[in-house]
């Protein structure tokens, strides 16, 4: 209730980042855009299982997918910690500032992911149903609630315990570890919360397929369950943060 009561605050915040980090300089967009990229074509080129146009898609839409996650996990932790001294002067809701990382994060995937459209027209995928354009959006809501709430734990761990910031890392290599992003996602075994979203983005933009219900409830079910988890976490650091 406290971000939606003070949803201007986040936006702007997210702005300020974006435009800050990304948009004023031409190495932002070049690192917001063609280095995802770059590091596909180099994972293509190096992993033997993939072949073809397709595996192509599949494997950017896995990582940039894992990127959105990852990086939701490590710049969650610096969260508050880069915007203390303001945080400790100002009133605003805490949960502003990991929701502004978060928000920031996903609209760079958005951006990296502006080009797989444009791969149905060189018949290197297939073009989306109508239903699986619709279905897309609950999908990538799922996904932005998943990296909230890493985004939220992160933050929580970084208040409570500082010497946190050094495992997470460590935490975000799992991550990509127990992803389908080296291997494609069809035959990979569900080891994270990833991999249902990334299986569900493979149906839509790789083949156009409408992701069945069941498919929707694998992908948003443990995002949620992470979510809850970050929120305890994070809750926990707040209360520490404004004590100290």
């Known amino acids: ?59 950017a839409v896995s990582l940039f997918a894992f990127l959105f996650s990852a990086g939701a996990l490590i710049d969650g932790a610096r969260a508050v910690i880069d915007y203390e001294a303001w945080a400790r002067t100002v009133c605003l809701p805490l949960q502003a500032l990991p929701a502004a990382r978060t928000a920031v994060l996903y609209l760079k995937m958005q951006l990296c992911m502006l080009p797989l459209n444009l791969f149905p027209l060189f018949g290197w995928a297939a073009f989306p149903t109508f239903w699986a354009i619709v279905m897309l959006s609950p999908i990538m809501i799922s996904h932005f609630v998943f990296s909230f709430g890493l985004t939220l734990a992160a933050s929580g761990l970084s208040l409570l315990f500082p010497e946190a910031l050094r495992l997470l890392p460590g935490l975000g290599l799992l991550l990509f570890l127990g992803a389908p992003v080296l291997a494609p996602a069809a035959a990979f075994p569900c080891l994270t919360p990833l991999t249902p979203l990334i299986r569900a983005y493979r149906l839509i933009f790789c083949f156009g397929q409408t992701p069945s219900f069941a498919v929707l409830f694998k992908a948003a079910w443990p995002g949620l369950a992470v979510f809850m988890l970050g929120w305890l976490i994070f809750a926990a650091g707040r209360r520490r943060f404004f004590r100290a």
């Open 1 to 59: 209730m406290n971000l939606f009561l003070h949803r201007a605050l986040v936006l702007a915040l997210s702005g300020a980042e974006l435009s800050h980090y990304t948009l004023r300089s031409a190495s932002g967009l070049v690192r917001t855009i063609l280095f995802p990229w770059a590091l596909a074509g180099l994972l293509y080129v190096l992993q033997p299982v993939w072949a073809g146009a397709l595996a192509l898609a599949d494997l």
